[in-house]
Nanobody, 124 residues
Framework: QEQLVESGGGLVQAGGSLRLSCAAS????????MAWFRQAPGNEREPVAG???????YYTDAVKGRFTISRDVAKNTLSLQMNTLKPEDTAVYYC??????????????????WGQGTQVTVSS
């Protein structure tokens, strides 16, 4: 069974940068659609960025131009480079994976595997 472990969260001032990583345990990484979601206190989990099996990337409007999702198949690692961070980016960030084709990367129910989450806090 796929296991995902996130790292790289922390506290940063507004305008700063962080890089999140997600290490996948199984060799199915290369055939998985993967994404980052986030959940702030009192809010529902929301999509942040995704990358398809073919390498196509997707971003929610709130992070376009500031965040970059990437995957390293050789290292079984998914990353999220976050620049120009804002206080509203504060949330727990989750890595997710699905080994089947999905039609809507934003739908959390489509993903089979989830990491435990990593906290990102942006101070103003």
């Amino acid at each position: 069974q796929e296991q995902l472990v996130e790292s790289g969260g922390g506290l940063v001032q507004a305008g700063g940068s962080l890089r999140l990583s997600c290490a996948a345990s199984e060799g199915t990484f290369s055939s998985s659609h993967m994404a980052w979601f986030r959940q702030a206190p009192g809010n529902e989990r929301e999509p942040v960025a995704g990358v398809s099996i073919f390498g196509t990337t997707y971003y929610t409007d709130a992070v376009k131009g500031r965040f970059t999702i990437s995957r390293d198949v050789a290292k079984n690692t998914l990353s999220l480079q976050m620049n120009t961070l804002k206080p509203e980016d504060t949330a727990v960030y989750y890595c997710a994976a699905c080994s089947r084709p999905i039609s809507n990367w934003r739908e959390s129910a489509a993903y089979d595997y989830w990491g435990q989450g990593t906290q990102v806090t942006v101070s103003s």
